[in-house]
């Protein structure tokens, strides 16, 4: 596609439970850059990589996240053992050194 | 760490209005302000942006203005058409490739007919 595409759009799960998004950045894009955005806020920095290394991970919120891009391409943000305040909607973005392309997010809800 | 400040955080006006959007931020290290317009369900795009040795930049009905020794950019939108409306980030960095960007709250704007 012509974008950044994220998947699943929606994600509900259970407390506790382990979920895992999925980013698909546009072809050819090396940086690639993971934020969270809480309802009402403005997003904040996860994670960034440019192709498959991990260049920045400070913005994790805690060990439960854990994000990988293992062929510089496709990522995956991964939270283990998800907890209420995890709930937010998480957007990807690529680029190729200039401006950000962000996908339309997967909102995640924890109960 | 930086912190980017935005106002107003809700703001309404007629269409055809101009509508004024500003931001400080508090790290002088910052050379980078982008400024994205998110709509519903949608994620963050591009409207604009301006580097640190530029005092203004204009894209048709769309401004942004920088002053570094104040630390605080402002966007500019004249002549406002209902479909502005959306909700509008300023976004601050200290690599003007746009990593690590610091986003402002938020201004949910509103055009009315």
Known sequence: ?111 | GENVEQHPSTLSVQEGDSAVIKCTYSDSASNYFPWYKQELGKGPQLIIDIRSNVGEKKDQRIAVTLNKTAKHFSLHITETQPEDSAVYFCAASMDNSGYALNFGKGTSLLVTP
Do not use: M
């Not at chain 1, 850059?33 to 920095?45: C, D, K, N, S």
């Not at chain 1, 805690?62 to 891009?69: C, G, I, L, P, T």
């Open chain 1, 1 to 111: 596609g012509a974008g950044v595409s994220q998947s699943p759009r929606y994600k509900v799960a259970k407390r506790g439970q382990d979920v895992a998004l999925r980013c698909d950045p546009i072809s050819g894009h090396v940086s690639l850059f993971w934020y969270q955005q809480a309802l009402g806020q403005g997003p904040e920095f996860l994670t960034y990589f440019q192709n498959e290394a991990q260049l920045d991970k400070s913005g994790l919120p805690s060990d439960r996240f854990f994000a990988e891009r293992p062929e510089g391409s496709v990522s995956t943000l991964k939270i283990q053992r998800t907890q209420q305040e995890d709930s937010a909607v998480y957007l990807c973005a690529s680029s190729r050194g200039g401006e950000l392309f962000f996908g339309e997010g997967s909102r995640l809800t924890v109960l």
